[in-house]
T-cell receptor
């Protein structure tokens, strides 16, 4: 596979369920991102991992828990979600220069459409 | 607060028309501005602009940045139905890995 892949593509869950979203990038990048896209709202950055270390956490509720076991994989663990968490969750990756300078464009996966009942 | 605002939010035109999409930004220590096209799911990269006044061009699409007035435009000439999509603008500030996105412009091209 090439690029950035996400599974599952669609997920319906109840408020008491626990599920995980998976993202895998095949581009050799060293930074990965989770975004939330709700209807009629801008893309919202949730988490940034650089070299497998979390560098950004945009005040996301604790019911969302990210995990980055290596530079190619990123997970978003979900538990006790609310209906307002229903959205498209997009993963992206990019290459950060080793000197800590500016990053290039981000490459996005196809997203997981999450519905919380 | 860092902010990116796109206009219009929605635009419907006929095939063959030329459209201009706008993006204004207020970002601390601005570094670059990126345009993405989102058709169904994954946004796909179009342009990255870092220098003011230099047009970037790809086929019928072109974009330019004005760092003095803090805005960018995306032009699409001779539009086709395949250009129908949401166009996203995002700003990045120096030394940071995150992008601040605008709300997007939903462009519909009617045959």
């Amino acid at each position: 596979e090439t690029g950035v892949t996400q599974t599952p593509r669609h997920l319906v869950m109840g408020m008491t369920n626990k599920k995980s979203l998976k993202c895998e990038q095949h581009l050799g990048h060293n930074a990965m991102y989770w975004y939330k896209q709700s209807a009629k709202k801008p893309l919202e950055l949730m988490f940034v991992y650089s070299l497998e270390e979390r560098v950004e956490n945009n005040s996301v509720p604790s019911r969302f828990s990210p995990e980055c076991p290596n530079s190619s994989h990123l997970f978003l663990h979900l538990h006790t979600l609310q209906p307002e968490d229903s959205a498209l969750y997009l993963c992206a990756s990019s290459q950060s220069p080793p000197t800590g300078g500016d990053v290039d464009e981000q490459f996005f996966g196809p997203g997981t459409r999450l519905t919380v009942l | 607060e860092d902010k990116v605002v796109q206009s219009p939010l929605s635009l419907v035109v006929h095939e063959g028309d030329t459209v201009t999409l706008n993006c204004s930004y207020e970002v601390t220590n601005f570094r670059s501005l990126l345009w993405y096209k989102q058709e169904k799911k994954a946004p796909t990269f179009l342009f990255m602009l870092t220098s003011s006044g230099i047009e970037k061009k790809s086929g019928r699409l072109s974009s330019i940045l004005d760092k003095k007035e803090l805005f960018s435009i995306l032009n699409i000439t001779a539009t086709q139905t395949g250009d129908s999509a949401v166009y996203l603008c995002a700003a990045r500030f120096q030394g940071a890995q995150k992008l601040v996105f605008g709300q997007g412009t939903r462009l519909t091209i009617n045959p």
